[in-house]
């Protein structure tokens, strides 16, 4: 946790949890406390707060780059060296040097809760009078940060809620230049990109009915809103909106359905869309639009990017309706169509038998016209000589608007080659692609010299640089690869243009010259230094049982290696080289379920994953370079995956083997499964592998779901973890033939992990994320006598698994899960090095600790770590000697992931104005908090049909510091979403105005510091779940030494 770097001096604490008033905490305006590990109220704490991770340790990311696919790049408007970039795996990063340093990358996701959110972010802007002040909007949901980007924080949570099931798309935003209180918010989802388009779905399906064709509205930062969809079309999703430099009341609107421009400030809205409508449907699909303002002629450009609409002529012929690539230069009443230098000769990219390639044509245009048979598009569609590719972005530089850029990516659009990023230097009447992968430019270079260049480019040359993937994936094969490029941005002052493509994301600094990736270096032939941003989805961290050689498994480039070799002393760089071992790419997803042979370790066997061996039984006699298929175990589709997990290798006989498959995942990425239900649960083989049987007697649930195997240290007895609300522990002594189940703690059935330690300590972890507490307890337990007894070990709600160090068992790491019982607090590795005597939480570094799939101690080292992450690859933790879990300080915060606070006040500095939260303390007696204002009468606290919930509900005492008489203070009080508060009326919202101006507030009784206050009966109430406390300091006679001692007990 990056956040609370130090509490203020002045703050003071009543106690280890109560909340202590930091007026500005690196800009963050939030009520923290802190907790001490090993005490009662850390366990109170892991219920009921946020705490925050320590900050003595840190994870360090070591990932070997990047893999997957990626979410958009955002640049700061304002400092050229703050760069933002989101990841699919939803992990979010930042470089503050300009991707300058190697260790550039540092992790902006929320390390303590869950990380993922701002991931799913389609647009970041930032202030132009507060450099530090940004909002993101996401899927979810608003998001604020105060410190430039490092911390991030649900924003306006009251109009757009973060809780799943009420959380209102968000897709475009625009802070106003001149005043940031303004800002305009448009709902949707246009920026998703899930669904590629076809003639039947050429706009993206609301299946969730989420609101559309509205722009959201605040004139006060945020505090309230309104909405305006006067003249938007009812379906239409926002994509962006851009506010007239030197006139704000003029809005320039991207929707889904076309170009609107309102001229009221947002109250209503006009529609721009002559001669880019479907000639035969009249509708407009628009996938984006670009704007430019030129300070100097105050010429206003639009350029939009419309779906291109293929359709045949009478031969057959593939030919197109509409779409391409339009301009306006009069604020968009015509639009100029760009698409004649957009055409596509298509000769050079058709195959040797004059058909469409296997990446392009063939599959892109018959998915388009709902064609699955790659063989019959060509003979159902005649390919023309000249074809418009479907654009889906739009660029316009910054410092140059006739520098336009469109990208065009095919493999995930149903397109055509070329794919990569057009760039025009003339306002769009010639292009030429900058972005130049595949052979196919130098095998064709007579028809790449005869296209249009300007005069420093060289078509016939590769300019693209990407990382070590070229070297195992087939998806660069062919002459011109469909690399899928997404989400192109260009920075603040025009020298910097950012892509992804494929797992690489890449950058020019050249004007789209060269391409290059930033986020690894090769420091030797195919050894590898992430730099900080990785998107490697890490599923397991292991070790050769003779050699203690740490090994790590990608879930889509196999099995890696640290390199202790080379030499990289050169390099400043936290990070460690690492290699694929596996490089032939000959099994690309090992999955979970792997092992060692107890007597050969050049020996390793796996269940595989997904993609290709998929559901096989494989073996490797080279540690891993060389694989062979043993078995197929399940016949799967391509879009299917095999979730195995514990594959055990009995060490009293080699051949006998077992794995476990659950009904779902936990800890995983999740991915089809379709596998029939008595193919659940253990499986076992006693010939190598060749055969396969389910070994399930015994287990009551049907279908079993058993998440972990373990064997007892002579590998006599196995054990089984069967999950939810009718799982439990399992045993067997007769190699699985039969099951008994075990006895454990009281109310606990979800069992998800199963560890035997050297001693022979049974571990458990237990709980579960979205079943009702009643039949699902969760914890980390313990038993030293084969279960007859146990002990609970960690407390929390859902605990996914265990990591015991081997070589030390008082030492361990828990990994819980988000608990819908206590609205996702807490996620993340919490660590003890007293057997659980006290923990500290260890998210430090990890920006989605909720995604961690393993911790592992060193074997060698005491003070080294491991772990992987499903959304962020693999981290190395170095602990200082000796280190201790016990009496270490956390700081807390009054909130979590279920109800943030709002955050009414975006420059703290501006004002007196603090924010509590009213919070459940019911073990704290009122009797022990004095001064204290007693709420009498006027209030009735209630409950929102949540039993666990007291009806005792308490804000802490706390101290505002040097108020002066006249001096306004407003405090504003937040309420958990398990409450709601009614007046006599039963009216949900009270403003309480407290002064000591009695004839203005005449309802209002005020005797300062200690006494009542009484609630104006007459004051309009609303829906909202704030209380808001404004008073002046009066001048009076009672000694308060300049500060407000306060706290409040509702009744």
């Known amino acids: 946790?990056?956040?609370?770097?130090?509490?203020?001096?002045?703050?003071?604490?009543?106690?280890?949890?109560?909340?202590?008033?930091?007026?500005?905490?690196?800009?963050?305006?939030?009520?923290?406390?802190?907790?001490?590990?090993?005490?009662?109220?850390?366990?109170?704490?892991?219920?009921?707060r946020r705490i925050n991770s320590t900050e003595e340790i840190e994870w360090i990311q070591i990932s070997a780059g990047s893999q997957g696919g990626a979410d958009p790049t955002f640049f700061h408007p304002t400092d050229p060296d703050y760069i933002y970039v989101l990841q699919n795996m939803?992990?979010?990063?930042?470089?503050?040097?300009?991707?300058?340093?190697?260790?550039?990358?540092?992790?902006?996701?929320?390390?303590?809760?869950?990380?993922?959110?701002?991931?799913?972010?389609?647009?970041?802007?930032?202030?132009?009078?507060?450099?530090?002040?940004?909002?993101?909007?996401?899927?979810?949901?608003?998001?604020?940060?105060?410190?430039?980007?490092?911390?991030?924080?649900?924003?306006?949570?009251?109009?757009?809620?973060?809780?799943?099931?009420?959380?209102?798309?968000?897709?475009?935003?625009?802070?106003?230049?001149?005043n940031d209180d303004i800002m305009y918010v448009g709902a949707g989802g246009m920026w998703l990109g899930k669904i590629a388009r076809t003639d039947k779905n050429r706009q993206e399906p609301n299946k969730n009915e989420a609101p559309r064709g509205v722009i959201y509205k605040t004139l006060d930062g945020g505090k309230t809103w309104t909405e305006h969809s006067n003249g938007l079309p009812e379906n239409a999703e926002i994509g962006h909106i851009f506010i007239h430099p030197k006139?704000?009341?003029?809005?320039?609107?991207?929707?889904?359905?076309?170009?609107?421009?309102?001229?009221?400030?947002?109250?209503?809205?006009?529609?721009?869309?002559?001669?880019?409508?479907?000639?035969?449907?009249?509708?407009?699909?628009?996938?984006?639009?670009?704007?430019?303002?030129?300070?100097?002629?105050?010429?206003?450009?639009?350029?939009?990017?419309?779906?291109?609409?293929?359709?045949?002529?009478?031969?057959?012929?593939?030919?197109?309706?509409?779409?391409?690539?339009?301009?306006?230069?009069?604020?968009?009443?015509?639009?100029?169509?760009?698409?004649?230098?957009?055409?596509?000769?298509?000769?050079?990219?058709?195959?040797?038998?004059?058909?469409?390639?296997?990446?392009?044509?063939?599959?892109?245009?018959?998915?388009?016209?709902?064609?699955?048979?790659?063989?019959?598009?060509?003979?159902?569609?005649?390919?023309?000589?000249?074809?418009?590719?479907?654009?889906?972005?739009?660029?316009?530089?910054?410092?140059?608007?006739?520098?336009?850029?469109?990208?065009?990516?095919?493999?995930?659009?149903?397109?055509?080659?070329?794919?990569?990023?057009?760039?025009?230097?003339?306002?769009?009447?010639?292009?030429?692609?900058?972005?130049?992968?595949?052979?196919?430019?130098?095998?064709?270079?007579?028809?790449?010299?005869?296209?249009?260049?300007?005069?420093?480019?060289?078509?016939?040359?590769?300019?693209?640089?990407?990382?070590?993937?070229?070297?195992?994936?087939?998806?660069?094969?062919?002459s011109y690869p469909m690399l899928a490029y997404q989400c192109l941005n260009v920075s603040p002052d025009g020298k910097t243009l950012m892509i992804h493509v494929f797992k690489s994301r890449i950058a020019s600094r050249n004007g789209g010259r060269t391409w290059t990736q930033v986020d690894a270096i090769e420091v030797a032939d195919d050894v590898w230094i992430g730099r900080g941003d990785s998107n490697v989805p890490g599923k397991y961290v292991f070790s050769n049982p003779d050699t203690d050689e740490v090994l790590f498994i990608s879930g889509e480039t196999g099995l890696w290696k640290l390199n202790t070799e080379v030499d990289y002393s050169h390099l400043d760089t936290e990070a460690i080289p690492m290699e694929r071992i596996d490089i032939e790419?000959?099994?690309?997803?090992?999955?979970?379920?792997?092992?060692?042979?107890?007597?050969?370790?050049?020996?390793?066997?796996?269940?595989?994953?997904?993609?290709?061996?998929?559901?096989?039984?494989?073996?490797?006699?080279?540690?891993?370079?060389?694989w062979e298929s043993i078995s197929k175990i399940f016949d799967v589709d391509m879009s299917e995956s095999i979730k195995a997990y514990s594959l055990l290798i009995d060490k009293n006989n080699p051949d006998t083997m077992y794995f476990a498959i659950p009904v779902k995942t936990i800890n995983d990425t999740k991915s089809k499964m379709s596998l029939e239900d008595e193919k659940r649960g253990v499986y076992k083989t006693t010939d190598g592998g060749v055969t396969w049987n389910v070994m399930n007697n015994g287990i009551d649930a049907f279908p079993a779901d058993i998440n972990a195997l373990a064997f007892s240290n002579d590998h006599k007895t196995i054990y089984a973890a069967s999950m939810r609300e009718n799982g439990g522990l399992y045993q067997s002594i007769d190699g699985a033939q039969n099951w008994t189940k075990m006895q454990i703690p009281e109310g606990v059935?979800?069992?998800?992990?199963?560890?035997?330690?050297?001693?022979?300590?049974?571990?458990i972890s237990t709980g579960f994320g979205t079943s009702d507490p009643e039949l699902c307890e969760g914890g980390m337990y313990y038993s030293d006598d084969n279960g007859a007894t146990w002990t609970q070990g960690f407390s929390g709600r859902f605990i996914i698994d265990t990591a015991v160090d081997p070589n030390?068992?008082?030492?361990?790491?828990?990994?819980?899960?988000?608990?819908?019982?206590?609205?996702?607090?807490?996620?993340?590795?919490?660590?003890?090095?007293?057997?659980?005597?006290?923990?500290?939480?260890?998210?430090?570094?990890?920006?989605?600790?909720?995604?961690?799939?393993?911790?592992?101690?060193?074997?060698?080292?005491p003070n080294v770590m491991w772990a992987s992450s499903y959304a962020s690859g693999f981290y190395k933790m170095v602990l200082p000697e000796g280190y201790s879990s016990s009496e270490k300080v956390m700081t807390t915060e009054d909130f979590d992931i279920s109800e943030l606070p709002i955050f009414d006040v975006l420059h703290p500095e501006q004002a007196i104005e603090k924010t509590y939260s009213i919070i459940n303390l019911n073990s704290i007696s009122s009797d022990n908090i004095q001064p204290y204002v007693n709420v009498k009468n006027n209030l009735e606290v209630a409950l929102m049909q949540d039993k666990r919930i007291p009806t005792n509900c308490l804000v802490i005492p706390t101290t505002i510091n040097d108020i002066e008489a006249g001096k306004i203070v407003n405090l504003l009080i937040k309420f958990q979403d398990d409450y709601y508060i009614k007046n006599g009326k039963g009216e949900t919202k009270i403003t309480v105005t407290v002064t000591n101006n009695i004839e203005a507030n005449k309802n209002i009784e005020i005797i300062v510091p200690t006494a009542s206050i009484t609630f104006m009966d007459d004051t309009p109430l609303g829906e909202l779940k704030t209380a808001t406390l404004k008073f002046i300091m009066p001048e009076t006679d009672v000694d308060i030494s300049k500060d407000l001692n306060f706290s409040f007990n509702l009744n």
Not at 115 to 137: C, D, K, R, T, W
Not at 592 to 606: G, K, Q
């Open 247 to 478: 006139k704000p009341n003029i809005l320039y609107v991207a929707t889904s359905h076309g170009v609107f421009i309102s001229e009221d400030a947002g109250n209503t809205y006009q529609s721009r869309n002559d001669s880019l409508a479907d000639p035969i449907s009249n509708e407009v699909y628009l996938r984006d639009m670009a704007f430019h303002y030129d300070w100097e002629t105050e010429q206003v450009t639009l350029v939009t990017a419309l779906l291109t609409i293929w359709a045949k002529d009478e031969n057959s012929t593939l030919t197109h309706t509409s779409g391409g690539v339009y301009k306006s230069l009069d604020e968009g009443k015509t639009w100029v169509s760009l698409n004649e230098g957009l055409m596509v000769d298509y000769a050079p990219f058709r195959d040797t038998n004059g058909s469409g390639t296997v990446q392009g044509y063939n599959v892109g245009i018959g998915k388009w016209f709902g064609i699955n048979n790659r063989n019959q598009t060509a003979e159902e569609i005649k390919i023309p000589e000249k074809l418009l590719p479907s654009f889906t972005e739009v660029e316009i530089n910054p410092q140059n608007p006739d520098i336009l850029y469109v990208v065009n990516c095919g493999r995930k659009e149903n397109g055509v080659e070329p794919e990569g990023v057009w760039i025009s230097e003339d306002g769009g009447a010639n292009w030429f692609n900058s972005t130049r992968i595949g052979v196919g430019y130098q095998e064709n270079s007579e028809y790449w010299k005869s296209q249009y260049a300007p005069s420093d480019v060289d078509l016939t040359t590769r300019n693209v640089y990407v990382g070590g993937e070229e070297d195992w994936s087939w998806m660069f094969d062919g």
């Open 585 to 626: 790419n000959q099994v690309s997803c090992p999955g979970a379920a792997i092992a060692f042979h107890p007597e050969d370790s050049n020996t390793i066997y796996c269940v595989v994953d997904r993609l290709d061996h998929r559901g096989e039984f494989m073996k490797s006699t080279n540690r891993g370079q060389d």
């Open 90 to 178: 939803k992990t979010s990063y930042m470089s503050t040097d300009n991707m300058s340093s190697i260790d550039t990358w540092e992790t902006i996701s929320d390390e303590d809760t869950y990380g993922p959110s701002l991931s799913m972010a389609h647009q970041m802007q930032f202030s132009l009078q507060n450099e530090n002040y940004g909002i993101a909007v996401t899927e979810t949901g608003l998001f604020v940060t105060y410190d430039k980007g490092k911390n991030w924080r649900p924003f306006a949570e009251h109009q757009f809620s973060h809780q799943w099931t009420e959380t209102i798309p968000t897709s475009a935003l625009a802070i106003d230049r001149i």
């Open 1 to 48: 946790m990056k956040l609370f770097k130090k509490l203020m001096a002045s703050a003071m604490i009543f106690s280890s949890s109560l909340p202590i008033l930091a007026t500005n905490i690196e800009g963050m305006p939030f009520v923290t406390g802190s907790v001490i590990s090993g005490t009662e109220q850390f366990e109170e704490d892991l219920q009921t």
């Open 749 to 763: 059935n979800s069992v998800n992990d199963i560890t035997v330690a050297p001693s022979g300590r049974i571990i």
């Open 808 to 861: 030390n068992e008082d030492r361990m790491v828990i990994t819980m899960g988000g608990s819908g019982v206590v609205g996702g607090l807490n996620e993340g590795m919490f660590m003890t090095t007293d057997s659980g005597a006290s923990w500290i939480k260890i998210n430090n570094g990890i920006g989605n600790p909720n995604r961690t799939t393993e911790v592992m101690f060193d074997p060698v080292d």
